[in-house]
């Protein structure tokens, strides 16, 4: 069966090497790492009327567009002159975004107005994200679905008073949805006591934890099993039935778990004779926040 928690402390002091095998959460999704490309296209859908001046009478440059004021492409386009007239136009190099600003732009995910780094927006307006373990323990048929699991970590999060208890997820797999893809963000992860869990979602399903998920959303300690259906990289378990995609109870179906009190790939899958282990265990939870 499930371990006792004093073992449990042993391992986790014990415990040394991190998997680094595992493929970095972002590698392969979208909206990790990437930067906005601001295309410049589109804009202004008004009047425009296409503008047509594409004849290009001779290189000018046709400031064309921004028909907003009559103008009617003079033909001449006087260099310099007035201030709202035309000018610019054309290809629009969207400035850069300016983290600091206390303006939330294309590529960021915050912007508190300031570049201290650890006060919930960092100096490159990436957003924390928080994270707790559930404070009580469910069967894997109690949790119903991903989805209804969702409600569980909403509930957690607004019983315990957190701010923004929409934004919690459950870190639950199943058989046709990887944990990972349900969670998005770029910043910090953090545990409710304001420890550092991890620095980025892919550093942690890289494998790398400053320390073990086991704060409850009251900020109190949970050591023990938690349901996750997932492999260290987030990825869910193949071939697992996750315990009818946690709907059932059946004493002869099955789920994975994790352990709270670990640092190494154990937090998510557990390396155990019983894992997966009964669907009528009691077990926590793993809610985080998606931006
Ligand atoms: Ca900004
Ligand atoms: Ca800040």
């Known amino acids: 069966m499930l371990r006792s928690p004093p073992t449990l402390l042993l391992a986790l002091v014990t415990s040394g090497c991190l998997s680094s095998k595992i493929e970095a959460f972002c590698d392969g999704l979208g909206p990790c790492g990437e930067t906005v490309a601001s295309t410049g296209g589109a804009s202004t859908t008004d009047d425009s009327s296409s503008s047509s001046s594409s004849d290009t009478t001779g290189g000018s440059t046709t400031s064309g567009t921004t028909s907003t004021d009559e103008q009617t492409s003079s033909g001449g386009m006087t260099t310099e002159t007035g201030a709202d007239d035309a000018s610019t136009t054309g290809t629009t190099t969207a400035p850069p975004s300016v ?3 206390n303006v939330v732009e294309a590529d960021e995910e915050c912007d508190d107005g300031d570049l201290i780094p650890d006060n919930g927006c960092s100096d490159t307006c ?18 119903m679905s991903i989805t209804l699991a969702d409600a569980l970590c ?5 019983n315990a008073g957190l701010p923004e208890p929409l ?5 639950l797999s199943d058989s046709k949805t990887d944990a990972r893809d349900r969670f998005k963000g ?16 892919s550093t942690l399903l890289a494998g790398n934890l400053h320390g ?6 009251k900020s109190e300690t949970y050591h023990g099993p938690v349901w996750t259906g997932t492999n260290p990289d987030g990825t869910a378990v193949p071939n697992a ?8 109870n059946s004493p002869v179906d099955y789920a994975y778990y994790g352990y709270s009190d670990e ?7 557990a390396d155990q004779l019983d894992n997966p282990v009964e669907c009528l265990a009691p077990l926590a939870i793993y809610c985080f926040e998606t931006s």
């Open 99 to 101: 983290c600091g600003d």
């Open 126 to 143: 990436t957003a924390d994200i928080r994270a707790f373990v559930s404070s009580t323990t469910y069967k894997a048929g109690e949790l």
């Open 154 to 158: 909403f509930n957690h999060a607004l």
């Open 167 to 171: 934004r919690f997820k459950a870190f």
């Open 186 to 201: 770029r910043g910090r992860i953090l545990l409710m006591n304001g420890v550092v869990f991890a620095d980025s979602w």
């Open 212 to 217: 073990p998920l086991e704060v409850t959303e």
């Open 241 to 248: 039935t996750h315990c009818a995609d946690w709907s059932s």
């Open 263 to 269: 640092i190494t790939e154990e937090w998510l899958l």
